[in-house]
């Protein structure tokens, strides 16, 4: 069985919305067991986060797909603080040969989501993962409608009246297909393991 872990912060909750998307996705395949890992602020302490049980559950896991909202042209400092955290498993290489994917949010149509993909691939390259892009062709229906290839974006607009978060249809779409991708790759993989 392959298993999928989707480890993200969400400020808003549109980057939520997003893993939720993906762990749809990835559950639709086979037998693929998926694990949302949510991080919270309240993991970091002192400016270091720490939470046990998602490292044993991703050290599990046949592919890690990271998320991130994009803050200020990059990934969120929450964010930021696990993958320091991570830097254990890295000097070990204890994610080498794991498939890797990545996925992002922002209120504007551009904010510089590119940055945070290339940040989170960047990153999974140094572990000695392999990293999967979003084939999906923007279709004139939402699909892929930011045009990456890298990972997937998802863009609302800014709402500063305290509603609820909401995904367009088509990020939706295209997160729900990267988790199905993803699921199907890490199968293959696992089986050749």
């Given at each position: ?118 940040y989170l691939a ?58 199905q991708r993803i ?11």
């Open positions: 069985m392959a298993r999928v872990a989707v480890v993200y912060f969400s400020g808003s909750g549109h980057t939520h919305l997003m893993a939720e998307a993906i762990e749809q996705g990835a559950g639709q395949v086979g037998e693929t067991r998926v694990d949302l890992l949510r991080i919270t602020g309240e993991q970091i302490t002192n400016g270091r986060w720490r939470e046990d049980g998602f490292m044993d559950t991703l050290n599990q896991a046949t592919a890690i797909i990271f998320g991130s909202p994009t803050y200020m042209g990059g990934v969120a400092a929450q964010f930021k603080a696990f993958l320091d955290a991570a830097s254990g498993v890295w000097f070990r290489q204890g994610w080498q040969d794991k498939i890797a994917g990545g996925f992002t949010h922002s209120g504007s149509p551009s904010g510089d989501k590119q940055g945070t993909l290339l960047i990153n999974a390259a140094q572990h000695g993962m392999i990293w999967v892009g979003s084939p999906e062709m923007p279709d004139g229906m939402g699909v892929n409608r930011l045009g990456s290839f890298l990972g997937v974006m998802g863009q609302s607009p800014l709402d500063m009246s305290g509603q609820p978060a909401t995904l367009e249809p088509g990020d939706g779409e295209t997160a729900k297909r990267y988790g699921a199907r790759i890490a199968q293959g993989w696992q089986d050749q393991a």
